[in-house]
């Protein structure tokens, strides 16, 4: 698996590093193939009220390399370990808990076993159901690259109490983990620094995520390029699910790029054959920190507690009417409880976008 990895990453490679094109006026789903990414320039911290920037997705030829890498690699073994420590610890992995430490511990090793250097952030936050303070942390770890141009690639480790949080969100830290572990074996040395990161407390209220936001300066913030956020990306009557970062469908834009994020994804789809549609930046996820920043944001869904319409059920399957994941904050989010097929799908889909912005050609 390691050689055909390689070959794909060398193919994004050539085809990202070559000088910026003209990027379309309007979004689109496909383009050209001589286009490749462009950086949203910022020297200072944007706001959302900016004027937009375009992102330019990676060559569409190449799409259907990454979707084929993905689709033989085995996700489901994070899964697995995550459900026995759950198991082990009650039936949960939520902050401040032994089942949460113990799911830091396996990513850090699983981190370190593909070459990086994992670190802990630790803070404390006010639990007051229990009447006491929790002590937890994000796990942060780095790719090489330019550290002034940081695409952060974030979804959080934590379950809720009530289960062990196998979709919400181990599928997210399982997609992260596997892009991780690609773009290492491919021995490519990203222009661009990628920072994966597995937040803590978000079940509380976005705590993890709001703790980095917040402790970064506003220089480190003008560094940040964007935030690919993944947060339930396998749920078992779900979809693919890509956040509105143009505003077209709910009226909500992110930040200036934002909308490049989102055409890059659906582009990838598109390629692929595979339908996908936007969803909401409502504010639930991982992501609502960056965009309070003025970061270019995005990122993938698969459905929680909406009920599946007979539209999607043409794109993409499933029961009509039932909840697109049933099991959602409930003990039955298990194992049981995961689509292995859109998992890879979702995957494949974060290793093109992380893959094409780490490598993308910025403006002089």
Not at 299 to 320: A, H, I, N
Request: some cysteine; hydrophobic content about 35%; proline content about 6%.
């Amino acid at each position: 698996m390691a050689g055909t990895v390689f070959a794909v990453a060398v193919v994004l490679l050539a085809a990202c590093s070559s000088p910026a094109q003209r990027a379309p006026e309007t979004p689109a789903v496909t383009l050209p193939a001589d286009e490749s990414p462009r950086s949203p320039s910022r020297s200072a911290p944007p706001t959302p009220t900016a004027a937009p920037e375009t992102v330019t997705p990676a060559p569409k030829a190449k799409a259907s390399q990454v979707h084929a890498a993905f689709a033989g690699r085995n996700l489901m073994k994070d899964l697995e370990a995550l459900q026995k420590i759950a198991d082990a610890a009650g039936g949960n992995r939520a902050a401040g808990t032994s089942g949460y430490e113990a799911s830091g511990r396996y990513v850090e090793e699983q981190l370190r076993a593909a070459g990086y250097k994992p670190v802990r952030q630790v803070f404390t936050y006010r639990d007051d159901n229990r009447e006491a303070d929790v002590e937890t942390f994000n796990i942060l770890a780095d790719t090489a690259g330019d550290p002034a141009h940081t695409i952060v690639v974030g979804g959080h480790l934590d379950s809720v109490r009530r289960g062990p949080g196998i979709n919400d969100n181990g599928s997210g830290v399982a997609a992260m983990l596997e892009t991780a572990r690609w773009m290492a074996e491919t021995g490519v040395k990203p222009k661009n620094r990628v920072r994966f990161a597995f937040w803590g407390a978000e079940e509380v209220d976005l705590l993890g995520s709001k703790h980095y936001v917040d402790s970064l300066s506003n220089t480190e913030i003008s560094q940040t390029m964007l935030n690919l956020n993944l947060d339930m990306v396998a749920s078992p009557n779900g979809g693919r699910f890509v956040h509105d970062g143009d505003g077209s469908t709910f009226g909500k834009a992110g930040p200036a790029g934002s909308d490049g994020i989102e055409r890059t994804f659906m582009d990838y789809f598109a390629q692929n054959g595979l339908a996908a549609e936007a969803t909401v930046f409502d504010g639930g996820s991982d992501y609502q920190p960056f965009l309070r920043a003025g970061i270019p944001t995005g990122g993938l869904f698969s459905g929680d507690v909406d009920s599946k319409t007979s539209e999607q059920v043409d794109e993409f399957g499933g029961v009509e009417d039932d909840d697109l994941d049933p099991c959602y904050h409930k003990s039955c989010d298990t194992i049981a409880n995961i689509d292995p097929k859109l998992l890879n799908e979702m995957a494949g889909a974060l290793g093109y976008a992380t893959m094409a912005y780490a490598m993308m050609a910025r403006p002089d």
